[in-house]
């Protein structure tokens, strides 16, 4: 059985090791089991979490005492992809390939993590490769689950729908706009957490927007049926959205749960959360689906998980409730906040802190408030920044108004954070609390 593919991430080549009874690199296998790799720092994904922390963790422990395991050739900016699905940006500018993000030197084991034993301090991969590690940072996103709508994912096949949440679907989206002539233009919010809990409504203000522009919109019932009792969690920032909902003759239905598409037939079908069994078939001109979402599956079949099968953090420190040499970030964490890549940047600079003590000895000093931030996109040129904390109290960075649209917020949000995303924060130069501010504060020198 081969073992898994390991790059090592400066100028040199890939490394193979083989079931043979050789050694390359540093690695050594025997002749019937695979290698026994070991690392200090071992990180598991490589998606905004795991790329941001290894770049950390190798100014801490050197590059060849870190290794990432990521499976996939392409790394993606997925917050873009909310302009990609109304046409503002393209699919090509949201991705750059993994090894080159990948930090220089750090061992880049390009496999799917299988299995993790925190009882014994190791990771199995999928090809049977087994890595130890004195340290784990658990980095490994939300699991879609477009498979648990009837007719999906095979209902993408058709047009007319679409989903700005996967790279596969992305694009349908904005062909589906595009195509839209008259009828409901429906877009859904699941019944599960879900990350960047913002999307699912920005593409309804994009489109209205595409829609106005291009002559449409008076043939258009733009309808949003989202499973949650609320438009949005913080009321500062859900008062300013229902205006625009008003003003622009949006239709909100709360509570009604997508469970069935009929992509042949443009029907959707959705439950009343309120009255369960109670269902109501809706017929599409457009389709824009946000699927459900859970905890990692190698996450949740382990002891690191908590009962719904998150990994379980101490939400002040980001380090495991039971094993303290394990650490987590992002989407696939227990933190009880919004799931956003703004989170990433605040609890990157925290949990960089935390394992910094941890190795004096010392106790972990500095606190994540659950500082999180989601660029509510209202339309082509207009954001509402919402800001908050584990609270749901805002946490706002710059000194005026930022429940009110503003074409600044739309300059941060389109220009601004990609290029800080991919030059800053997966270089773990960028982070802290309130990447805004940080941003503010740099303007002002």
Not at 72 to 96: D, F, N
Not at 234 to 257: C, F, G, M, P, T
Not at 346 to 359: E, H
Request: charged share 20%.
């Amino acid at each position: 059985m081969p073992s898994a593919k390991v790059q090592k991430h400066s100028n040199h080549p890939h490394f193979l090791c083989h079931s043979a009874g050789s050694a390359v690199s540093h690695l050594h296998t025997s002749s019937h089991v695979c290698a026994k790799q070991h690392y200090k720092m071992l990180v598991l994904g490589g998606g905004s979490g795991g790329i941001t922390m290894s770049a950390r963790m190798k100014r801490i422990f050197g590059a060849e005492n870190v290794a990432v395991v990521e499976p996939s050739e392409m790394h993606y900016y997925q917050p873009i992809w909310t302009l990609v699905g109304a046409g503002a940006k393209t699919a090509a500018s949201s991705g750059r390939p993994t090894a080159s993000v990948m930090p220089s030197g750090v061992q880049w084991v390009k496999s799917k993590v299988q299995e993790i034993n925190p009882d014994t301090n190791t990771v199995r991969t999928d090809d049977g490769t087994e890595i130890s590690y004195e340290y784990l940072i658990v980095a490994l996103g939300i699991q879609l689950h477009y498979e648990k709508i009837k007719g999906l994912p095979e209902g993408f096949g058709h047009p007319k729908i679409g989903s700005n949440y996967s790279i596969q679907t992305v694009e349908k989206t904005w062909k589906a706009l595009q195509d839209f002539k008259e009828g409901n233009a429906i877009f859904t919010f699941p019944n599960t957490p879900v990350k960047c809990a913002g999307a699912p409504q920005k593409i309804m203000y994009l489109s209205d927007a595409f829609l106005r522009k291009t002559g449409k919109r008076a043939k258009a019932n733009v309808i949003y049926n989202t499973s949650l009792p609320v438009l949005f969690g913080i009321k500062k920032y859900a008062d300013s959205l229902w205006e625009i909902v008003k003003h622009r003759d949006l239709q909100v239905n709360l509570r009604q749960n997508l469970i069935e598409v009929r992509a042949d037939k443009q029907e959707a079908v959705f439950e009343n959360l309120d009255n369960p069994g109670e269902t109501k078939v809706f017929e599409y001109e457009m389709l824009h689906v946000t699927p459900p979402m859970g905890p990692n599956l190698v996450i949740k079949a382990s002891p690191l998980a908590d009962e719904a099968g998150w990994l379980d953090l101490k939400k002040e420190t980001l380090q495991h409730t039971k094993y303290p040499n394990v650490f987590g970030i992002g989407d696939c964490t227990n933190l009880p906040t919004a799931r956003t890549a703004a989170a990433v940047a605040a609890q990157s600079a925290v949990l960089n802190r935390t394992i910094s003590k941890i190795l004096k000895k010392e106790k972990p000093d500095k606190t994540y408030d659950g500082y999180t931030s989601c660029p509510l996109v209202t339309s082509y040129n207009t954001v509402i920044l919402a800001e908050f904390d584990y609270n749901g109290q805002p946490l706002e960075t710059f000194p005026i108004n930022q429940a009110k649209e503003r074409r600044l917020m739309y300059h941060l949000k389109a220009d601004v954070m990609p290029h800080l995303y991919w030059h800053g924060l997966l270089r773990g130069l960028w982070g802290g609390p309130g990447p805004y501010r940080k941003l503010l504060h740099l303007g002002m020198k």
